[in-house]
């Protein structure tokens, strides 16, 4: 990421310069595709499960249920996979349960597969809240912290030792979150017997949103060849016509063979090619990727097949879809492909009725319709990395994305920084080839009046800038004194503010004075443009009130349009976008301030419009006519 000036001299330095994204991590994550050199096999469906309901919850493990088919060491009961498992059954101790599940399933592995010294079968869990393990036929082949990424274990040695026996698969999911965990929790024990029984504990978090848990993403068994390609990362840039394709390819398991890359464009015309492991691809009349809205063709995306080579045969290919664009930020614009971009977009949640964060393919595609219907061009991943398969709509159809790696966090040990730089880069190594995510959100309103704020901030930004140079990194606050912080570090300010709602309730007249002066004050001490991360109204659907109050569809409607204003104001200036808070309603913790969950959506959690939908609606479609055309240069 750069700050444009003249664009030529800096494209020219761009192909002088070093590889801009620098991963320290071992090992790539690529997204599993099938080809002709490999096979995907999903396991979704239904697995067996068992909640450890013992006083430490540590039955499972003093028992060893890995070692044998878990219905042979309890009672289960079926569970879908994916899906969070709180909301699958009529029982409000599993809905509410702090601790370790267990899941297991037997999996038929096809007979090549193991006959085939030269296959590697890979085990992938797309994610699973929050620690997991992992065993294959009793042995563990891996361990994960982190709820919202993906990780993977090599199976193939272990499924050769007993070719003849199905392969099981125990997987044991804590969700429990401590000052370790990312995001933090406490567990609190009541002592008191006269209130409590004994060993009654409770789970204190600081964020908004319902501790979802369990296997959240598909689990597969894919294969690679043995000496295999790992890993790609490109960059890309353009002049004039002609686009630049930067990349990078590693390969694993053996003697790097020859690698060919060969670029296609979407119709799958050959358009450019190369050999080796790292170059420069040149496209001629580049077709760039555009956002939503930006352009009668968004999300333009090229084919990078990658083949690797040994004694001429093929012997390995995967091809990578990705989109040539640039992102630049100035101190009044956010540029892509050169252009001003202002975001209309949405805040959202992976949140739905009885799956919970389960992936669900008709409720993203149904997001995604909903999302166009409303002229949506761009949303942050509040609070959490969001499934790949997301982003790989986004890129095609030219949604943008602010990618944000954690919730509120406000403990800043070492302990927590090394785990958060860990995770940073695991976000990176996964998203770092989306052409749809043109920034980074390394956490949400941090509490940042903690004296090691300041250091774990720097630490953080400067990690993450050093991880890609080629995206701008923000955190989202809500307070300027956290941003104080942070603030020196981000290239752009994103600010949540809810005048009118959590201060001087119900005076939206209000809402104008305080929110141009916000945006002054914020402007003045950074310079830095400035999104509208958050902003909104809980609203009860059908509860109606003219004039307006609290908790109404009007009243959610009266605060918006008085946001609107001001934005309309600060536009041509330095305001460079809004998102609203939330997209749909959707599930928190039990509380006094949330009624069956947080009410802020503009559609309800099973996606009907409240009447917010239909001003949002109206205003996205005027913004994209007034901000969204190719402006001349
Ligand atoms: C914001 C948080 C978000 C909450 C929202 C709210 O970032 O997670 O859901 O407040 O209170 O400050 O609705």
């Keep these: 990421m ?19 994204t620098v991963l320290p991590l ?7 595709r099938e080809s002709s050199f490999r096979e995907v096999k999903e396991l979704n469906g239904l697995w067996d499960f068992r909640a450890d309901g013992s006083p430490n919850r540590n039955e499972g493990f003093e028992k060893a249920w890995h070692k044998r088919q878990l219905a042979e060491t309890g009672p289960v009961i079926e569970m879908p996979v994916p899906a969070s498992y709180n909301d699958i059954t009529q029982d409000p101790t599993l809905r509410d349960f702090i601790g ?6 037997e999996v038929a592995v096809p007979a090549r597969w193991i006959s085939d010294q030269g296959t590697r079968v890979v085990l992938r869990v797309g994610s699973a809240h929050y620690y997991s393990i992992v065993w294959v036929n009793g042995e563990k082949v891996t361990e994960h912290e982190g709820g919202h990424l993906p990780f993977e274990a090599e199976i193939s040695s272990l499924i050769r030792r007993e070719p003849m026996k199905p392969c099981r698969i125990t997987i044991a999911v804590n969700n429990t979150l401590t000052l370790e965990t990312l995001p933090p929790g406490t567990i609190q024990y009541m002592n008191d017997s006269s209130r409590y029984p004994d060993g009654f504990f409770v789970q204190n978090m600081d964020f908004d949103f319902f501790n979802y848990a369990g296997i959240h993403r598909p689990v597969l068994l894919y294969t690679t060849p043995k000496v295999y390609v790992d890993d790609i990362t490109v960059e890309t840039n353009f002049m004039d016509n002609t686009g630049l394709i930067r990349y990078k390819v590693s390969v694993q398991g053996g003697f790097s063979n020859t690698l060919n890359i060969t670029l296609m464009d979407k119709d799958g015309h050959f358009v450019a090619s190369s050999n080796g492991s790292s170059g420069v691809l040149r496209v001629v009349d580049v077709k760039l990727w555009w956002p939503y809205l930006m352009h009668e063709n968004p999300g333009y995306l090229y084919s990078m097949k990658v083949r690797q080579h040994a004694h001429r045969h093929v012997r390995d290919e ?12 100035t101190n009044t614009q956010f540029l892509i492909n050169n252009k001003p971009f202002y975001f209309h977009g949405v805040n959202k949640h992976e949140d739905a009725d009885i799956r919970g964060r389960g992936f669900d393919w008709p409720l993203i595609v149904k997001d995604f319709n909903l999302m166009k219907w409303l ?21 095609r159809h030219g949604i943008v994305l602010i990618d944000e790696l954690l919730p509120h966090i406000s403990v800043f040990g070492n302990a927590s920084l090394s785990h958060h730089l860990v995770v940073m880069d695991e976000l990176v190594r996964r998203d770092k080839n989306h052409p749809s995510v043109v920034m980074w959100s390394v956490a949400n309103e941090p509490a940042s009046e903690m004296p090691p704020a300041e250091f774990y901030f720097k630490t953080l930004i400067e ?22 912080k942070g603030g020196p570090y981000v290239d752009v300010v994103c600010v949540n503010s809810y005048f009118a709602w959590y201060f001087d309730q119900g005076r939206l007249d209000i809402v104008p004075l305080q929110l141009s002066t916000h945006f002054e004050n914020w402007y003045r001490k950074y310079q830095r443009p400035i999104i509208q991360s958050e902003y909104g109204a809980d609203a009860v659907p059908g509860l109606h009130m003219d004039p307006p109050m609290m908790f109404t569809e009007e009243y959610q409607n009266a605060l918006l349009q008085s946001y609107h204003d001001v934005f309309d104001q600060k536009r041509n200036q330095y305001f460079i976008g ?5 997209f749909a309603d959707f599930m928190t ?45």
């Design 2 to 20: 750069s700050v444009p000036g003249s664009f030529a001299v800096l494209r020219l330095l761009w192909l002088l310069s070093v590889f801009g």
């Design 26 to 32: 071992d090992g790539g994550m690529l997204f599993p």
């Design 375 to 395: 002229g949506v061009n761009s949303f942050r991943t509040s609070h959490y990395p969001y499934a790949e398969e997301i982003l790989q709509m986004c890129d």
């Design 463 to 484: 990690h993450t800038k050093a991880l890609d140079q080629t995206r701008p990194v923000t955190y989202v606050t809500i307070a300027e004194a956290d941003m104080d």
């Design 100 to 105: 370790w599940v267990w899941y297991d399933r």
């Design 318 to 329: 995967y091809t990578l879809p990705l989109g040539i664009r640039t992102v630049n930020v």
């Design 589 to 633: 913790a039990q509380g006094i301030y949330r009624v069956v969950g947080n009410k802020k959506g503009i559609f309800t959690r099973q996606r009907q419009p409240k009447a917010a939908a239909f001003l949002l609606r109206k205003r996205y479609w005027r913004l994209a006519n007034e901000t969204g055309r190719l402006l001349p240069d």
């Design 578 to 582: 809004e998102l609203i808070w939330n």
